[in-house]
């Protein structure tokens, strides 16, 4: 695995430990919870991406 590759799925499990923590102390629908998924998102599509190749 290259290390942009291991770099990607690092800050893919930091997002989402940040949106999980953010929706246990805030809600779902919160407009900050909403933003780290849409960070979040755009994590997993890069990842998608780099994975077909």
Same mark, same amino acid.
Request: aromatic share 4%; no cysteine.
């Given at each position: 695995?290259?290390?942009?590759?291991?770099?990607?799925?690092?800050?893919?499990?930091?997002?989402? #430990?940040? @949106? +999980?923590?953010? *929706? $246990?102390?805030?809600?779902? %629908? #919160?407009? @900050? +919870?909403?933003? *780290? $998924?849409?960070?979040?998102? %755009?994590?997993?599509?890069?990842?998608?991406?780099?994975?077909?190749?």
């Amino acid at each position: 695995m290259s290390a942009p590759f291991h770099g990607l799925l690092k800050e893919i499990e930091i997002q989402r #430990n940040d @949106m +999980v923590r953010l *929706a $246990s102390e805030t809600s779902l %629908s #919160n407009h @900050m +919870v909403i933003e *780290a $998924s849409k960070r979040l998102d %755009s994590l997993l599509n890069k990842y998608h991406v780099l994975s077909t190749q």
